[in-house]
């Protein structure tokens, strides 16, 4: 096991005057706490101690019945699980044992490669474009490569902030089942779409493929730390049974069952609060990262290169080449910015030159005065 480089990299910029652009965490403001109080009381009155008791592994009945109704399956095909986090490490240990070939992005979600790696996985890197997974190499990765897993964040995409074309998600999906490899669909931002249109998900284009939802070689993931509150951990996992009935059995182990109150509220907020939160959160953040990329245009120097998303939390700088953005980072903080170097998101190395930033937490002001200073430090860098 190795320690988070992300959460090891935000020890050092939580001083109080520094602005961060490098937690992907959900601006707390817009949480919306009136709503949750209520639900927990409702809770206390309807459910009584059963409440606060322990509870079955596999989740909450309404909650996991909503979840899989949302997707039009059963649902025992649904698993409540303690964070997405949580999730991606089970299906790491029930998925992956030593020597297995996994295929991830190039970049990918560090968090992925951090719950994935006690297993000992043997990782081939996707290369990917401004369309996602360039699929004519995945092809040609699968033709000559026995794999077990493919992971994958298709929007939005944790840290690079590109989505995956649909073309792309058509061929990926056929080409994976055509070779018999799992994938992994990591979603917890895709309701997050601020600009563009809603595309389908792998798991619904693979449950089209399979025609039967036991049969459906894809497995996703989401969460609702994102769309409504972080801190109540409840996220799920979403698959075949027999993937779903060892994932139960791993949990077990784990943690027992997801917290029970934690489940209740969230079933109190699904059908009412969540789609008008996602619609405060949708506005805030796109109108952040459409300032964000604004102050790119006239803060940074030429040669810097930026993903442009259409939804969730981030996007990606890519620099000239030579410059190294983990040493410059402790220049970035001098000048009371932060952001998160790109060399941790590769599984096998590369991106010393990009950095991700997170418009999610910062104001108008600060994205302002924190940009300004982060294209003082690259500029300087250039020189």
């Given amino acids: 096991m190795t320690a988070s480089a992300i959460r090891e990299i935000l020890k050092i910029t939580q001083q109080p005057d520094v602005i961060s652009f490098a937690g992907g965490l959900p601006a707390p403001e817009l949480f919306?706490?009136?709503?949750?109080?209520?639900?927990?009381?409702?809770?206390?009155?309807?459910?009584?101690p059963a409440a606060?008791?322990?509870?079955?592994?596999?989740?909450?009945?309404?909650?996991?019945?909503?979840?899989?109704?949302?997707?039009?399956?059963?649902?025992?095909?649904v698993q409540i699980v303690t964070g997405s986090q949580?999730?991606?490490?089970?299906?790491?240990?029930?998925?992956?044992?030593?020597?297995?070939?996994?295929?991830?992005?190039?970049?990918?979600?560090?968090?992925?490669?951090?719950?994935?790696?006690?297993?000992?996985?043997?990782?081939?890197?996707?290369?990917?474009?401004?369309g996602g997974i360039d699929v004519d190499a995945l092809e040609g990765i699968l033709k000559t490569t026995r794999a077990k897993l493919l992971y994958a964040v298709p929007n939005f995409q944790n840290p690079t902030g590109r989505t995956l074309s649909l073309e792309r998600r058509q061929?990926?999906?056929?080409?994976?089942?055509?070779?018999?490899?799992?994938?992994?669909?990591?979603?917890?931002?895709g309701a997050l779409r601020f600009t563009g249109e809603?595309?389908?998900?792998?798991?619904?284009?693979?449950?089209?493929?399979?025609?039967?939802?036991?049969?459906?070689?894809v497995i996703y993931s989401s969460s609702f730390s994102k769309t409504l509150v972080p801190g109540l951990r409840d996220a799920w996992v979403q698959a075949a049974r027999p993937v779903v009935q060892k994932l139960i059995m791993a949990k077990?182990?784990?943690?027992?069952?997801?917290?029970?109150?934690?489940?209740?509220?969230?079933?109190?907020?699904?059908?009412?609060?969540?789609?008008?939160?996602?619609?405060?959160?949708?506005?805030?953040?796109g109108e952040r990262a459409r300032h964000m990329?604004?102050?790119?245009?006239?803060?940074?120097?030429?040669?810097?290169?930026?993903?442009?998303?259409?939804?969730?939390?981030?996007?990606?700088?890519?620099?000239?080449?030579?410059?190294?953005?983990?040493?410059?980072?402790a220049r970035a903080v001098a000048r009371k910015v932060a952001y998160v170097p790109g060399a941790p998101f590769y599984a096998l190395g590369g991106g010393e030159n990009t950095m991700r930033l997170s418009y999610c937490t910062a104001t108008p002001q600060q994205i302002e005065t924190g940009m300004q200073a982060l294209g003082e430090t690259i500029r300087e860098a250039l020189d």
């Avoid at 080409?175 to 799992?182: E, I, K, P, R, S």
């Avoid at 489940?263 to 805030?284: F, S, T």
């Fill in 86 to 130: 949580q999730g991606l490490d089970l299906l790491g240990k029930i998925l992956i044992s030593e020597g297995d070939t996994v295929l991830v992005e190039a970049p990918t979600y560090l968090g992925a490669l951090q719950s994935f790696q006690p297993y000992g996985p043997n990782y081939v890197q996707l290369p990917t474009d401004e």
């Fill in 252 to 285: 077990q182990g784990a943690d027992l069952h997801t917290p029970t109150f934690n489940q209740m509220i969230v079933a109190e907020l699904v059908e009412d609060v969540l789609p008008r939160q996602i619609e405060v959160v949708k506005k805030a953040y």
């Fill in 171 to 189: 061929r990926l999906v056929e080409l994976t089942a055509q070779h018999g490899v799992l994938v992994i669909e990591d979603d917890p931002y």
């Fill in 32 to 48: 919306p706490l009136a709503e949750v109080r209520a639900a927990a009381n409702r809770v206390l009155d309807t459910y009584g």
């Fill in 293 to 329: 990329l604004d102050c790119i245009g006239r803060h940074f120097p030429g040669g810097v290169e930026h993903t442009t998303p259409e939804g969730g939390m981030f996007l990606w700088l890519t620099l000239p080449e030579g410059i190294d953005t983990t040493p410059m980072l």
């Fill in 198 to 217: 809603p595309l389908p998900s792998l798991y619904s284009l693979g449950l089209a493929l399979a025609g039967d939802v036991d049969s459906n070689h």
């Fill in 52 to 77: 606060l008791q322990y509870s079955t592994t596999e989740g909450h009945p309404p909650l996991r019945g909503w979840i899989a109704a949302q997707a039009g399956i059963p649902a025992q095909n």
